[in-house]
């Protein structure tokens, strides 16, 4: 049964939680302090690109 599979972790989950420990590092994205929900989407998107180019 079930407890015989041991621990397997989930993949995606892995790729996730990072994603968003970068986010929070960006201490604009830890809270929401944009007025429209356009503009917090804008800075996520533009938290993302960062994270890229850092990568490069």
């Known amino acids: 049964g079930y407890k ?4 397997r972790p989930i993949k995606k989950r892995w790729v ?3 994603t ?3 986010f929070d ?3 604009r ?3 929401n302090y ?3 929900f356009d503009s917090a ?3 996520v998107k533009i938290a993302s690109i960062k ?3 850092n990568k490069i």
């Open 4 to 7: 015989n599979q041991g621990f």
């Open 16 to 18: 996730i939680e990072p």
């Open 20 to 22: 968003f420990a970068w």
């Open 25 to 27: 590092y960006n201490r």
């Open 29 to 31: 994205l830890c809270r």
């Open 34 to 36: 944009e007025t429209t």
């Open 41 to 43: 989407e804008e800075m």
């Open 51 to 53: 994270l890229l180019l």
